[in-house]
Nanobody, 118 residues
Framework: QVQLVESGGGLVQAGGSLRLSCAASGRTFGGQAMSWFRQAPGKEREFVAG????????SYADSVKGRFTISRENAQNTVYLQMNSLKPEDTAVYYCSLGPRIATANRWGQGTQVTVSS
């Protein structure tokens, strides 16, 4: 069974950057897409970014296009989310997921908190 562990969250000022990581362990995550979602207090979990197994296809929510970049290193069983020009509205718990397609989830990580101060 695959386990996903996120890291890299923290407190940053508006305009700053953070890089989130999600490491998969247990079984290989071969052939599956990986995605990042986020959930702010009082709001539903929303899709942020996703990447295909090959890395050749990526997708982003409109709210993060041009600011966030998703990437993966399959040899390291890891997916990354580089977040630049952060805004207070990016504050949320960020979760990575593993699924058959981008924006789907058969497995979730435990989440990592990102807080952007104004």
């Amino acid at each position: 069974q695959v386990q996903l562990v996120e890291s890299g969250g923290g407190l940053v000022q508006a305009g700053g950057s953070l890089r989130l990581s999600c490491a998969a362990s247990g079984r290989t995550f071969g052939g599956q897409a990986m995605s990042w979602f986020r959930q702010a207090p009082g709001k539903e979990r929303e899709f942020v970014a996703g990447i295909s197994w090959s890395g050749g296809v990526t997708s982003y929510a409109d709210s993060v296009k041009g600011r966030f970049t998703i990437s993966r290193e399959n040899a390291q069983n890891t997916v990354y989310l580089q977040m630049n020009s952060l805004k207070p509205e990016d504050t949320a718990v960020y979760y990575c997921s593993l699924g058959p397609r981008i924006a789907t989830a058969n497995r979730w990580g435990q989440g990592t908190q990102v807080t952007v101060s104004s």
